[in-house]
């Protein structure tokens, strides 16, 4: 069975931490992993990586594949308050069937 | 780039009631859209995928009856929540990809009140 396993669950830290958030995963024709950051609304895409080893950058937010290792990062640098929303990692098969989630990992950007 | 647009956002009906959500690919043609369903501080559980032109798939769990899915055109997927009760309450989310194989794309979400 597909699955995809975020970590940590929740984190809480203060603004201008860095933090890096985990995902890793077990699917049967991997071709995608894709983070997503939700707040209040659906999930708005951040990145998406197909290659291992190439870092995807966008401004203080970077992430990056271990297709040997089956997993990926997501950093973020100089934390802001309005980082505060739940990250989603998901893995996507060949072909077009829906995205495997993770559970999510929730963090709170603190003053 | 690709949008997908959901409506309505937020919805309260009564219990028993019927309510439909509507999810349109407003700039591409999506033959699969997939439902999502979220319950609070949980992450999106699939319900179901969406095919144009024939019956949708279900997950394991979710009712058919209950979760009516119709995907008429190359645009256009509805949900129908029939007969809702308090339990239904949740936010749901529709997504669709353009094309298959490169970012999904998620709808704004409805939340559904179910009083």
């Known amino acids: 069975e597909d699955k995809v396993v975020q970590s940590p669950l929740s984190l809480v830290v203060h603004e201008g931490d860095t933090v890096t958030l985990n995902c890793s995963y077990e699917v049967t024709n991997f071709r995608s992993l894709l983070w997503y950051k939700q707040e209040k609304k659906a999930p708005t895409f951040l990145f998406m990586l197909?290659?291992?080893?190439i870092e995807k950058k966008s401004g203080r937010l970077s992430s990056i594949l271990d297709k040997k290792e089956l997993f990926s990062i997501l950093n973020i640098t100089a934390t802001q308050t309005g980082d505060s929303a739940i990250y989603l990692c998901?893995?996507?098969?060949?072909?077009?069937?829906?995205?495997?989630f993770g559970k999510g990992t929730r963090l709170s950007v603190i003053a | 780039g690709a949008v997908v647009s959901q409506h309505p956002s937020w919805v309260i009906c009564k219990s028993g009631t019927s309510v439909k959500i509507e999810c349109r690919s407003l700039?591409?043609?999506?033959?699969?859209m997939f439902w999502y369903r979220q319950f609070p501080k949980q992450s999106l559980m699939l319900m179901a995928t969406?095919?144009?032109?024939?019956?949708?798939?279900?997950e394991q769990g979710v009712e058919k009856d209950k979760f009516l899915i119709n995907h008429a055109s190359l645009t256009l997927s509805t949900l129908t929540v029939t007969s809702a009760h308090p339990e239904d309450s949740s936010f749901y989310i529709c997504s669709a990809r353009d094309p298959p194989g490169m970012n999904a794309f998620f709808g704004q979400g409805t939340r559904l009140t179910v009083v």
């Open positions: 969406s095919n144009e032109g024939s019956k949708a798939t279900y």
């Open positions: 700039d591409f043609q999506a033959t699969t």
């Open positions: 197909t290659s291992s080893g």
């Open positions: 998901a893995v996507e098969n060949s072909g077009n069937t829906p995205l495997v």
